[in-house]
Nanobody
Framework: QVQLVESGGGLVQAGGSLRLSCAAS????????MAWFRQAPGKERELVAA????????YYASSVKGRFTISRDNAENTVYLQMNSLKPEDTAIYYC?????????????????WGQGTQVTVSS
């Protein structure tokens, strides 16, 4: 069982930065693939960025590539999402998710554990 708690969301002007954190419980955190998803009003939840268990593999949605960076600290059981050059279209609830070993990190349904979400609002 893994419990996830996100923090770091808020209101920021376009062009600004935010850093999201996701604290995970459980001794098996280092074996899980992790990801950040987001869901805007009226839209489906979409994958923003994913990272393999060791941090050696990362994936970014084309809409955030070059602006967002996902990272993890297995000693602290925490995954981060550094968001720079934010745009109004980045406004959404951001969710942290964990996938057990050997899952496909590109598939939303392969993530078994989800946080409660943190709101990010980017004003123009």
């Amino acid at each position: 069982q893994v419990q996830l708690v996100e923090s770091g969301g808020g209101l920021v002007q376009a062009g600004g930065s935010l850093r999201l954190s996701c604290a995970a419980s459980g001794r098996t955190f280092s074996s899980y693939g992790m990801a950040w998803f987001r869901q805007a009003p009226g839209k489906e939840r979409e994958l923003v960025a994913a990272i393999g268990y060791s941090g050696g593999i990362t994936y970014y949605a084309s809409s955030v590539k070059g602006r967002f960076t996902i990272s993890r600290d297995n000693a602290e059981n925490t995954v981060y999402l550094q968001m720079n050059s934010l745009k109004p279209e980045d406004t959404a609830i951001y969710y942290c998710a964990a996938a057990p070993p050997s899952r496909n990190l590109m598939r939303r349904d392969d993530y078994d554990y989800w946080g409660q979400g943190t709101q990010v609002t980017v004003s123009s």
